[in-house]
Nanobody, 123 residues
Framework: EVQLQASGGGSVHPGESLTLSCTVSGFTFDDYGIGWFRQAPGKEREEVACLSSYDDSTYYKDSVEGRFTISRNNAKRTAYLQMNSLKPEDSAVYYC????????????????WGQGTQVTVSS
């Protein structure tokens, strides 16, 4: 069974950093594009970052571009989201997801989802 698990969330002050991890099992990791999503209370789930399975292509939501960096380590079957200069508006539950042979753009459906990890940014 395909399984993804996000971890690394926590509570930080504005301007601080966190790195989220997404461990995967049950599929060939480097065949999948990886996306990071977040959902805050009362808001729609939104895609914040994506790393293609081809050519290291990336996508970032405009509000996080320049602050967040998505990466992967295929040998460790792990993807990462480095989040710098965090803002209160970044507070949300963050999820990782995967799509087979996925490209970030044009957008397409993700086939597998992990459990979320809470990120809280507050003074």
């Amino acid at each position: 069974e395909v399984q993804l698990q996000a971890s690394g969330g926590g509570s930080v002050h504005p301007g601080e950093s966190l790195t989220l991890s997404c461990t995967v099992s049950g599929f060939t990791f480097d065949d999948y594009g990886i996306g990071w999503f977040r959902q805050a209370p009362g808001k729609e789930r939104e895609e914040v970052a994506c790393l293609s399975s081809y050519d290291d292509s990336t996508y970032y939501k405009d509000s996080v571009e320049g602050r967040f960096t998505i990466s992967r380590n295929n040998a460790k079957r792990t993807a990462y989201l480095q989040m710098n200069s965090l803002k209160p508006e970044d507070s949300a539950v963050y999820y990782c997801a995967a799509k087979v042979f996925g490209v970030c753009r044009p957008p397409g459906p993700y086939t597998d989802w992990g459990q979320g990890t809470q990120v809280t940014v507050s003074s």
